[in-house]
């Protein structure tokens, strides 16, 4: 039996397991967080009150509307985890060759084309798109913008997830493992949250800049009522001999 009088604190990051949650209940663990920088969970409701009386004071309050949302910030990021975050059911694909643009000074004068895999564009005129460049274009020291496609060959690889319009991040089960504090011991116990459902939202930002702090990934998930009716537990243990 739990010691009421027992009191904790938390200050770690929680690893998160996300779970698919399959069609016959079952669950299958599909990533692995143990990066994040933060981890949040927030309950939020509404209320309705009955006033009345002098000064119109509250008399009954009803709760309604609850929501609880996790917020998942991770230091980094996997082809799996953009995946997840952009709805790719398909999951991640393999890629054999990538198409890379460049700006360059040619050293020598290009006189066929076309050139095996590129391609040669010059800009255009009072800011207008560029145009792809002749050979008249393509002397010794012209600045251009060459486009190749490149084999990754043998022992290259490539990770590709499809992002369309149709598709939106799912459903998943996650469960949250961290440490408390016992106040009165000083030592650290384990800590869970357990989320049986929880919709990952479709609002996603990837930043990119040269200055700051690097990018960080966020995923923020709504949690559902499952079937059991408990939408998230909360569990405070430790392992004895």
Request: charged share 20%; no cysteine.
């Amino acid at each position: 039996m739990a010691n009421l009088l027992e009191q904790y604190g938390i200050k770690e990051v929680a690893d998160v397991t996300i779970y698919q949650i399959n069609d016959d209940g079952t669950t299958t663990p599909v990533l692995f967080l143990d990066t994040l920088k933060v981890s949040t969970i927030e309950q939020t409701a509404e209320q309705a009150e009955a006033r009345g009386g002098k000064g119109n004071p509250p008399l009954i309050i009803w709760d309604y509307g609850k929501e609880i949302t996790v917020t998942l910030e991770d230091a980094l990021f996997s082809p799996a985890s953009m995946a997840i975050m952009f709805g790719d059911e398909d999951g991640v694909s393999t890629v054999s060759t990538v198409t890379k643009m460049r700006k360059v000074a040619l050293t020598a004068s290009i006189t066929t084309l076309p050139v095996s895999g590129k391609k040669y564009y010059k800009a255009g005129t009072s800011g207008a798109p560029m145009v792809s460049a002749t050979i008249a274009d393509l002397t010794a020291g012209a600045i251009v913008y060459e486009e190749e496609t490149i084999s990754l060959g043998v022992g290259g690889s490539g990770s590709k997830i499809e992002i369309t319009a149709e598709k939106f991040p799912g459903t998943y089960k996650l469960v949250g493992e961290t440490y408390a504090r016992n106040k009165k011991t000083g030592k650290d116990e384990y800590f869970q949250f357990v989320i049986p459902q929880a919709k990952m939202g479709s609002e996603n930002t990837i930043t990119l800049e040269a200055e700051g702090d690097p990018s960080v990934f966020n995923m923020t998930m709504r949690v559902l009522r499952p079937e059991t009716g408990a939408m998230m537990e909360l569990i405070q243990y430790k392992v004895g001999n």
